[in-house]
């Protein structure tokens, strides 16, 4: 009730706010950005655009000081009356007279790090002022590109077009909100949206929040792809080099230290620019800092640069930060993208008084018609003018969206795309109903051809139809598959349908039937790829099918907030098959193993027999503590890191054409990720299970264990994984437990070790342990690389695994591809 209150107060108010605006430009009369202006001893306040121009609500009557703050340049004060009309200010700002330090500086005698001690002893009085607040936020997201290529790797790229100017550049996205947030250190937050606005969508809602906003310098570290150290952290001497490059006196003759911060190694998370620090308060005054993006394990970006601005209020002693503004420059393969981000705080209120629902899980809200205000609305509410580009692209793609949303229009771009092209039988093609917003797709053949010693040279396809709700995000999706063994000279087929009823319970409904050929282990263990080049190059036919001539059906949503059900039952005719094929390109004078993984060398036996089986699985994942954001097109969860994730599942046999295959089957799974600071990530994956009344079941039905003969690795983190194990050697329909970690280092060590950090890659450690009865347990222990590549593609990962089981050792090397994943 307090918090309503407090806002409601502020909106009554808003009533009698007065406006000022102007433009701040330097001496030579060249527009400033970011320039942070607030009315003194409040916490109201806004930021110029790239343009220097801005404006500035003012509450109440009465006599105001409005205060002008850029780095590099005097602050200046101008006094101000409260008027009903808009009031113009135009404000010019004098370069900063920074005072040089004539003190000899040496590793003993270093007054910046004299500075930045205080600043690391003082942090915990510095922040504990603003560690609980309520605040207005204003956020705006833009993306441009420039000179945009016509193709990508042959590909046309005309997905912008209309977006782009002569030169191939323009504004890809643009975004703005406004939004209350109510924050208590260290991580809790609620963020309730009042207004969202995107550029070219009526009906969008931005994805800016006051959260992924959130760098707190008094922090030991930032969140971005990987920590970065913040250059006053409790060891930041170990990753920075200060320099005082002066001081200066601000607008209330309070002295600045402005000290240049130097990463000791170039490689490492830590950013590169200036800090300014309050003298005696030892408080932060501005950040101007960057980092590049591969100090941060993302390639794609070049560099980031992160500023903020504080502000001072003499009636309660505290510095709070005001404005932020986040630029980034990246690119990949010709596209160069750069953005910015910018943040307004203002209307703050310290220490609210919060009781026990203040928060929930629920992180974010947006209110009703949020993305529907007006331009009125905007007017008032927009603490950053639009520049002349931002206005323009709104008023542009405006009208676009209209002319878009025609179905003349719809159904001309669709005759464009829909053309049948002379490589699309062999590539794919696709067919698209814009205006009634569904598709129909044919996935090729290309991509469908694979090997096997079972089917011989394998062609499969598929036709997809897909119907979709963009404001709801569900979806109906029918898809048929047809598959044809050149070898076997057999053709299957199955259908599958799937109806998504909800983005915010995210219940599924899916329908599937027909005949196909399947692993034994249905985890999939080999991709069709990796096994058509074992095969065909080295004779090693690792893969083993069998048929399976199945209808099922599956349900699944999420009950409540972190509990997610799903059930499934199926019924199946299972066959055996055979190898059809010998056929090799090299090693012809090796034979092939059988189909059968239990008798490799006799291709007569087969490993099950041909049997009906239904089925029943019932599983549930827990995900404690977890947040969500909510949205009206959806519920988009966070899962809380503090906490591991719970998978438990019990599966039954039943109904066989004979009771021998009928079974039970328990089992349960539990995954963790735990961030050590900027020291890397440790993962695990456990898994524990126990079958039932299982004595002379199927083979199929086993638990069977992801082993890897290939030493080729498609995934990123071996977390499911036995790089060294052979596929089916292990399996067991008795008890078992496995146990999977990894950690990797994030190039904590790596970026410390001369010449390998020249890599730029990451030091991974693993361990693998399966334990089952009547067999010693099975030790795996890893070393490796991971982000290896070519300037921004670092898609490989090299890997040395040692394995261990009662005295029989083994060693070998794992070549990780990652993008394979996505091509299988």
Do not use: C
């Amino acid at each position: 009730m307090k918090n309503l209150l407090f806002f409601i107060l502020v909106l009554i108010s808003s009533k009698s706010i007065a406006q000022i605006n102007g433009t701040v430009t330097d001496s030579n009369g060249k527009p400033l950005a970011s320039v942070s202006i607030h009315i003194e001893d409040t916490y109201l306040g806004t930021t110029t655009n790239d343009e220097g121009e801005y404006f500035l609500n003012v509450p109440g009557k009465g006599k105001y000081v409005i205060v002008y703050q850029y780095l590099g340049y005097k602050s200046q004060k101008i006094k101000y009356v409260h008027e009903k009309r808009l009031k113009t200010f135009d404000i010019k700002l004098e370069e900063e007279n920074i005072e040089l330090q004539t003190v000899v500086i040496d590793k003993k005698n270093n007054p910046a790090n004299e500075v930045i001690r205080n600043a690391i002893a003082h942090k915990k009085e510095n922040s504990e002022p603003t560690d609980k607040y309520q605040a207005y936020f204003y956020s705006r997201g833009i993306f441009k590109i420039k000179e945009a290529p016509k193709k990508i790797m042959g590909q046309k790229f005309d997905s912008f077009d209309e977006m782009l100017d002569s030169t191939r550049s323009g504004i890809l996205y643009l975004s703005e909100t406004v939004s209350k947030i109510t924050y208590k250190k260290p991580d809790k937050m609620k963020e309730v949206i009042v207004a969202s606005k995107v550029s070219g969508n009526d009906n969008g809602f931005s994805f800016n929040t006051a959260d992924s906003a959130n760098f707190d310098f008094y922090e030991n570290y930032l969140p971005f792809q990987i920590n970065a150290v913040s250059p006053i952290a409790d060891n930041a001497f170990n990753y920075y080099k200060y320099k005082m490059e002066g001081t200066f006196f601000n607008e209330n003759n309070i002295q600045i230290n402005k000290i240049k911060v130097t990463p000791k190694r170039n490689n490492e998370p830590a950013m590169e620019g200036y800090l300014y620090i309050v003298e005696d308060s030892w408080a932060i005054y501005a950040v101007d800092l960057s980092i590049k993006g591969d100090q941060v394990q993302m390639p794609a970006v070049n560099s980031l640069q992160l500023k903020q601005n504080f502000s001072y209020n003499r009636n309660n002693k505290i510095w709070a930060k005001n404005t932020q503004t986040l630029d980034f420059v990246a690119g990949m393969l010709g596209i160069k993208i750069s953005g910015r981000f910018s943040y307004v705080y203002s209307n703050y209120v310290f220490e609210p008084k919060f009781d026990n629902k203040t928060f929930s899980r629920e992180v974010l809200s947006f209110e009703e018609n949020a993305n529907k205000k007006d331009d009125l609305y905007w007017s008032k509410f927009r603490l950053v003018p639009l520049t002349s580009e931002e206005s323009n692209d709104y008023l542009k793609k405006d009208l676009l969206q209209t002319k878009k949303k025609s179905k003349q229009y719809l159904d001309s771009i669709d005759a464009k795309r829909n053309k049948f092209g002379f490589s699309d039988p062999i590539m794919g093609y696709s067919y698209k109903n814009s205006f009634k917003k569904w598709e129909l797709s044919y996935d090729g053949l290309i991509k469908g051809i694979n090997f096997n010693t079972v089917q011989g040279w394998d062609i499969n396809t598929d036709f997809t139809f897909m119907k979709r709700d963009e404001d709801t995000r569900t979806y109906t999706q029918i898809k048929t598959y047809f598959d044809y063994g050149l070898s076997e000279e057999k053709f299957r087929s199955y259908v599958t349908f799937i109806k998504k009823f909800s983005n915010i319970s995210q219940s599924e409904l899916r329908f599937g039937a027909g005949s196909k050929v399947y692993q034994f282990n249905g985890a999939n263990p080999i991709g069709r790829i990796v096994n058509s080049v074992s095969t065909l190059f080295f004779k090693d036919n690792y893969i083993k099918l069998y048929e399976r001539n199945f209808v099922n059906a599956s349900y699944g949503r999420e009950i409540i907030n972190g509990l997610n059900l799903n059930a499934e039952l199926s019924y199946a005719e299972r066959k055996p098959l055979f190898n059809t094929t010998d056929f090799v390109i090299l090693k012809k004078d090796q034979e092939y193993t059988s189909n059968n993984p239990l008798l490799p060398n006799d291709n007569v036996t087969p490993a099950i027999i041909k049997h009906n089986l239904a089925k029943v699985n019932l599983g549930t994942r827990i995900n404690f503590a977890q947040e969500y954001l909510s949205r009206p097109d959806g519920k988009f969860n966070v899962p809380n890191d503090k906490y591991p994730v719970l998978y438990f599942n019990y599966e039954k046999g039943f109904a066989g054409n004979e009771s021998n295959y009928d079974f039970d089957h328990i089992n349960a799974r539990v995954t963790y990720d735990l961030t050590l600071g900027n020291k890397g990530n440790v993962a695990t994956n456990m898994k524990a299970g126990k079958f039932y009344h299982a004595e002379n079941i199927a083979f199929i039905d086993y638990k069977h264990f992801d082993g890897n003969q290939t030493h080729v690795g498609t995934e990123d983190r071996y977390l499911n994984v036995f790089n060294l194990l052979p596929y089916y050697s292990s399996s067991t329909n008795d008890s078992y437990v496995e146990i999977h970690a990894e950690h990797d280092d994030s190039g904590y060590i790596m970026n410390k070790i001369p010449l390998l950090k020249k890599l730029k890659s990451t030091l991974v450690l693993g361990y693998h342990n399966l334990s089952v009865p009547k067999r010693s347990p099975y030790h795996e222990y890893s070393v490796g690389l991971n982000n290896l590549g070519f300037g921004k593609f670092k898609v490989f990962r090299l890997d040395y695994v040692h394995a261990y089981q009662s005295g029989w050792q083994a060693d070998g090397f794992v070549f990780g591809l990652k993008i394979l994943d996505f091509l299988q």
